[in-house]
């Protein structure tokens, strides 16, 4: 049976259905859906659908009857993949915005890499971009602003601090490579 969840609408239905109650989670959700369809021309057009469905999906874990990790990407994936979402949007939404960085403060690593990390690609990179530009409650960022504002919210030490410590520089880049797509001097 095919998924309607690698559809915009199928994954914002998804979405609306478990973020809501999250306040600012479901903000920073909406507006990272919208940001992914502003960069979309980032990706081949075959992609652009399944880009808007990650951005959808991506803080899906957050929601409290799919916490069992306590760590979003991973408790996210396995949801979309007991409900047989195609396995990129899956990969998408485990590997989305460093995950592997703070998979391995949470020694969760082994457990993040069941989901095969498909690969580093303009879809993950525009993913990124988005996530990596939208503030906690839907605001317009930029990608340094971003990482402040993560960086000033979690203490020093924590699983998160270290992990966006250590994953800006791979943000960063696929941030970059997202505004070199984009950019219209690009042929």
């Known amino acids: ?12 239905e998804l979405a609306e259905s478990l973020l809501p109650p999250l306040g600012n989670r479901w903000l920073h959700t909406q507006a990272v859906a919208a940001r992914a369809r502003e960069v979309s021309a980032a990706v081949s057009e075959g992609d652009r659908d399944l880009l808007i469905a990650a951005a ?11 916490r ?11 949801h979309l993949e007991r409900l047989g979402a195609p396995t990129r949007l899956v990969q998408l939404v485990a590997h989305h915005s ?8 949470r020694g969760l690593t082994a457990e993040l890499a069941a989901y095969e990390r498909e690969e580093d690609s303009p879809v993950l990179d525009a993913l990124i971009y ?9 605001q317009t960022f930029d990608f ?5 504002e993560i960086l000033e919210r979690y203490e020093v030490g924590s699983v998160v601090h ?3 410590s250590k994953a800006r520089p791979y943000l960063g880049a696929a941030v970059e490579r997202t505004r070199a797509r984009l950019s219209p001097d690009q042929s």
């Open 56 to 66: 959808w999906l991506h803080a899906l874990g957050y929601a409290s009857e799919l």
């Open 68 to 78: 069992d990790t306590g760590f979003h990407p991973l408790d996210g994936a396995r």
């Open 162 to 164: 270290t992990a966006i």
């Open 98 to 105: 460093g995950a592997v960085y703070e998979a391995e403060q």
């Open 144 to 148: 340094d602003r971003r990482m402040d």
């Open 1 to 12: 049976m095919p998924s309607a969840l690698d559809t915009p609408q199928g994954a914002a």
């Open 130 to 138: 988005a996530d990596m530009t939208t503030g906690p409650a839907g």
